[in-house]
């Protein structure tokens, strides 16, 4: 048995997160709104990249900026919230 197991702090601990953050406004660029028209259509990187002319590591990086910004931690998550930004 390894000590020290089971005494560390999980790695979330500490670290903050926005409430309900699939029901805040957010703002996206024309791009990023493109790209996530396309996750919640069930594209992946490689498919939307394919389909916008543009690298699949762009759209990592599109989606990784919101998920920063916003503190997203599922595509769907990040769908949810602009899909409901749009009603508003």
Not at 2 to 10: D, K, T, Y
Not at 26 to 55: C, H, M, N, Y
Request: proline share 5%; net charge positive.
């Amino acid at each position: 048995m390894v000590s020290g197991r089971g005494s560390e702090a999980p790695a979330h601990q500490g670290l903050t997160r926005p409430t309900a953050v699939s029901s805040r406004h957010i703002d996206v660029t024309p791009r990023q709104a493109e790209i996530l028209s396309l996750v919640a259509r069930g594209l992946g990187d490689k498919e939307i990249a394919d389909s916008l002319g543009i690298a699949p590591r762009t759209i990592r990086t599109h989606l990784e900026r919101l998920f920063h910004e916003y503190g997203f931690s599922t595509r769907a998550e990040a769908v949810a919230a602009w899909l409901r930004s749009k009603r508003r």
